[in-house]
Structure formats: C-alpha cells, structure tokens
C-alpha cells in the first residue's frame, strides 16, 4: 500500500477527525553534540524514526509522513514549531553530514497519531 493511500484510509476509517498537517521537514545528525552521545530531550537515545517536534506535541507521538517514514516524536529543538519536523539520521561513515544536508527540508503532508 503506498503511503498517500495509507495516510487516505486513515482519514477515512478514523473515528475522531485526523490530524492532518503540512510539516517542514529538515534532518538533523549528531555531529553538533558529539558530547550528548545521541541523548535527546526526551532522555532516549537517537536512532531510525526520531524527530525532533514542537512543544504541543507529547513525547511519543507519532507522525506517519506522506513518504511512508513513521516518526516518533522524542527530541525538541530551540527552533522547531508544530508545524516543523526535525528527523534525525545518522552521521556518514567518514563522520559528515552529507546525507542529511542532501536530504534537505521539504514540505510533506503528514498525519498525527497521538
């Protein structure tokens, strides 16, 4: 099933009204914070799916983006808004951060699952 027909039939069959956004998605790695080993606000440690959220989202949420990645919201960031997703990825095997700056921000449709 392709993510726009998943985030679809969530709207459809859900009981209450969705939470359906249009996020800015950035990515984000651990090289400015080598000191923090991957800690983020929520006291786990990064890995695959974490993104940083805004303050109205609760630690845990889950954001299933219209790319298919479900995010869990477990990081906080000085300028992240509800409206602004930070996904973090790992650092490169040479230590850079060419995969997330490639990856880039992007304007994606997504849906909240609290």
């Known amino acids: 099933m392709t993510p726009p027909l998943l985030i679809a039939l969530i709207i459809v069959l859900s009981p209450s009204r969705p939470d359906v956004r249009v996020f800015n998605v950035s990515h984000y790695t651990n090289a400015c914070v080598p000191a923090n080993n991957g800690?983020?606000?929520?006291?786990?440690?990064?890995?695959?799916?974490?993104?940083?959220?805004?303050?109205?989202?609760?630690f845990g949420a889950l954001v299933l983006l219209e790319d298919g990645r479900l995010?869990?919201?477990?990081?906080?960031?000085?300028?992240i808004t509800d409206r602004h997703l930070d996904v973090w990825v790992p650092l490169d095997a040479d230590g850079s951060e060419t995969t997330a700056i490639r990856m880039g921000r992007k304007q994606m449709l997504g849906v909240v699952i609290p």
């Open 39 to 58: 800690l983020t606000a929520s006291g786990m440690i990064t890995h695959a799916g974490v993104a940083a959220c805004g303050p109205a989202f609760a």
């Open 71 to 79: 995010l869990i919201c477990l990081d906080r960031g000085g300028a």
